[in-house]
């Protein structure tokens, strides 16, 4: 079968495109991978900016872990697709179709990890590295990278570095650093972050990968947002070479300041405070008030003897963490399409929104992306027949700064 799919010039989406290099929409309903004519990704168009081709191609998906799933949900899921199995195979098949260097994958059970990707993946020419969140979580995120070349022109890697970033750990260091109990504070949970330093094997800049899956509270944006910077903070360290990698050191001063990607399920929408810290590198005024307005505030007993209570809300507790020490950061559906996706997670009609991204710093520029899938098809919700999981992928690609772009031909 060809490498890739036809392709036809599309209109041009968005005024801030110049007029001159129309938007170039490939589509993939044409393309058929084992079976893959199912898929939602084969029905979705990937959307490209003045007819550049990208060297550095990155998935992201949340594929729903099974220990999730209890009787009676998703009725809009056949029986022999809601478990392990047809799920996952669909799952590989996706990312077979679009051939990424990184893909990045939240909610996957170490079963689901041992048995079904990490051997697939290595047939397929990846390496990959599991982290399990912290406590009685089922689940975590797992990463892999390119080692063998694929179909399209993008990068191989070899791992450097791996940074197993704890939340609990970092909040329960921030709280006993400013005088307060973390077992009182609301920033207790079992959520991760695995960072991975790659180092590609053609001479271009080293790659930080962050994939993480932040709290899920949506009534706790104070503590989720402490999270996200938490993050921020770790992968910073990381990229600077300030905190200790749990694996494969080899790092060299070529490694120094490294591009760095943040991919995953981040359960906040596109104005979340979260997400805005991420993007703009700060919380301004209208994200903070959002902060203290809507959880109840906390009452502690700091852990100074004879001390009175202190009453206040997590984020002014907390100030100096709700920080973005990289920097501002480009979330590449909105670099590309101009606006983020409507919606990434849907399991049913009441319940979508956009919480799914990929976001880059500024040595790397984002030149295509997967636009939706059309929501008739999505609805009444999914996991469904042809949708794996109650998230879809997230697929961009990149053009390295110090690399020449390549042309559509």
């Not at 009787?71 to 809009?76: E, K, L, T």
């Not at 970092?170 to 330093?197: F, H, I």
């Not at 919480?355 to 008739?376: G, M, S, W, Y």
Request: glycine share 8%.
């Amino acid at each position: 079968s060809s490498v890739l799919p036809r392709f036809w010039w599309g209109r041009r989406l968005h005024g801030h495109a110049p007029a001159a290099s129309p938007w170039l929409c490939m589509g993939l309903a044409n393309c058929s991978i084992g079976g893959l004519e199912r898929s939602v990704t084969a029905q979705r168009n990937l959307v490209r900016v003045n007819e550049q081709i990208g060297d550095l191609r990155v998935v992201t998906y949340s594929i729903l872990a099974d220990s999730y799933i209890s009787p009676g949900d998703f009725p809009q899921c056949p029986d022999a697709q809601r478990y392990m199995g047809q799920r996952h195979t669909l799952i590989k098949k996706e990312i077979a179709l679009l051939d990424p260097d990184i893909v990045c994958l939240q909610e996957v059970e170490p079963v689901v990890f041992d048995q079904f990707f990490q051997q697939h993946m290595a047939r397929e020419g990846y390496d990959g590295r599991y982290m399990k969140k912290s406590s009685m979580s089922p689940e975590g995120c797992a990463t892999f990278w390119r080692v063998r070349e694929g179909r399209g022109p993008g990068q191989t890697f070899r791992l450097i570095e791996q940074h197993a970033i704890e939340l609990n750990v970092a909040a329960t260091e921030a709280c006993r650093k400013s005088g307060m109990d973390p077992t009182q504070s609301r920033v207790l949970y079992d959520n991760v972050c695995l960072a991975l330093l790659l180092r590609p094997l053609v001479g271009r800049r080293a790659v930080l990968v962050g994939n993480t899956q932040v709290l899920s509270h949506a009534k706790q944006p104070d503590s989720q947002t402490l999270q996200t910077a938490l993050i921020l903070s770790s992968l910073n360290k990381a990229a600077q070479g300030e905190i200790k990698p749990v694996d494969c050191s080899s790092r060299t001063t070529a490694d120094n300041d490294p591009a760095v990607l943040l991919c995953g399920n981040f359960n906040q929408l596109p104005d979340g405070p979260g997400i805005s810290l991420i993007r703009n590198g700060f919380l301004d005024e209208k994200q903070l008030m959002v902060l203290r307005e809507h959880p109840p505030p906390l009452l502690l007993d700091p852990q100074r003897t004879g001390a009175s209570k202190v009453a206040g809300q997590l984020v002014d507790l907390l100030r100096p963490y709700y920080v973005n020490p990289i920097g501002g950061m480009q979330s590449a559906c909105k670099v590309v399409l101009g606006n983020e996706l409507r919606f990434t997670r849907f399991p049913s009609l009441h319940k979508k929104g956009c919480v799914d991204f990929i976001f880059a710093t500024h040595h790397l520029t984002p030149v295509a992306c997967l636009d939706l899938p059309n929501e008739d098809l999505v609805k009444p919700g999914i996991p469904s027949g042809s949708f794996p999981s109650d998230h879809i992928l997230v697929y961009a690609e990149f053009c390295s700064t110090n690399q020449a772009l390549h042309s559509v031909v």
